[in-house]
């Protein structure tokens, strides 16, 4: 489907995409850049990171930090900041995941979620507020509709992802004259690394598939849209607010409906 948004909207603009060398957060980025901004993708392989920037094309960078280290993320964007400027939109994205009961996780198989997700998203936006251009910059969580709607397997990244939502109010509070800060809940999204740990099984596949009202798959250059609304004049007034893009998946029991052999 053709984009709502020109060519060239994000002119000038300069982003920073934390976990943006792969899956969704990659797909927001290249979107950025086909749209016209500068562009640094940050993750832990190196290898992956210059294949991301390689790919994305147009002088895209591609950084290598572990969120969960302050100091590190904190050099990486200095350095962009250094090479391309204060940096317009920031997105945290980074994130681990695996399915797991709570008796079959050490504390640190917990604690490593948390970290990645919730402080990585703590230590992205704490690290980047001195470099941003103010005002008008544009702060992006990746969350999950795990944050809402307890999921069993997921103690970890329920318990993170709510960190994240309400890490992005109290930001959007605290923030608000300059910095809009928002998130973006994305469904289950087809062919991403995400969907691979999440729903290993046809059995498992079903049942996330069962919960979507729209009844299809989401595609990840959906959620790059909703990114780039987010940044965008269009969002001018909209800060501190968490976006579903998830065709439905987090309104309710959409299991109902795929039953009566008369709506599904
Ligand atoms: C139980 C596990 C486990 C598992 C790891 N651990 N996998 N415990 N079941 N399947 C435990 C380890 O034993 C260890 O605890 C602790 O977790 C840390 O593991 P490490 O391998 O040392 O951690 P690290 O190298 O930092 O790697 C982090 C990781 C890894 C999360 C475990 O999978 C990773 O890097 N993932 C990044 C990519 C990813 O997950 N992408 C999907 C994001 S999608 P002990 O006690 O032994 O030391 C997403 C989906 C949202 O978030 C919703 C979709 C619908
Ligand atoms: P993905 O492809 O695994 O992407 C994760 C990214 O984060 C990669 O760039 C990874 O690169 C990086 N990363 C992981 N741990 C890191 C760390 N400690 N420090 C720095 N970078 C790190 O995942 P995805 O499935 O596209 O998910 C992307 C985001 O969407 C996540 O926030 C996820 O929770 C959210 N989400 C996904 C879905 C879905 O259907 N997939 C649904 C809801 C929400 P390295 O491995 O090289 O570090």
Partial sequence: MASPFRDGILDGKVAFVAGGTSGINLGIA??????????????????????????????????????????????????????????DIVVSGAAGNFLAP?????????????DIDLNGTFNVFRGCHD?????????????????????????????AKAGINQLVRVLALEWGPDVRVNGISPGPIEGTEGMARLAPDPQTRQKHFERIAMKRWGEIGEVAECAVFLCSDAARYVTGTIIDCDGGSQVGDATQRSLDKGLA
Wanted: with cysteine; glycine share 12%; charged share 15%.
């Fill in 30 to 87: 290249t979107r950025f850049a086909e749209l016209g901004a500068r562009v640094a993708v940050l993750g832990r392989d190196p290898e992956k990171a210059a294949r991301a920037a390689a790919g994305i094309g147009q002088g895209a960078i591609g950084l290598t930090a572990d969120v969960r280290d302050y100091g590190a993320i904190r050099a990486a964007m200095e350095d962009v900041h250094g090479r391309l400027g204060p940096m």
């Fill in 131 to 159: 470099l941003l251009n103010l005002p008008g910059a544009s702060l992006i969580a990746i969350t999950a509709g795990q944050a809402v709607n307890a999921l069993q397997l997921q103690a970890h990244a329920c318990a």
């Fill in 102 to 114: 709570v008796l079959g996780m050490s504390a640190n198989a917990f604690r490593t979620v948390v």
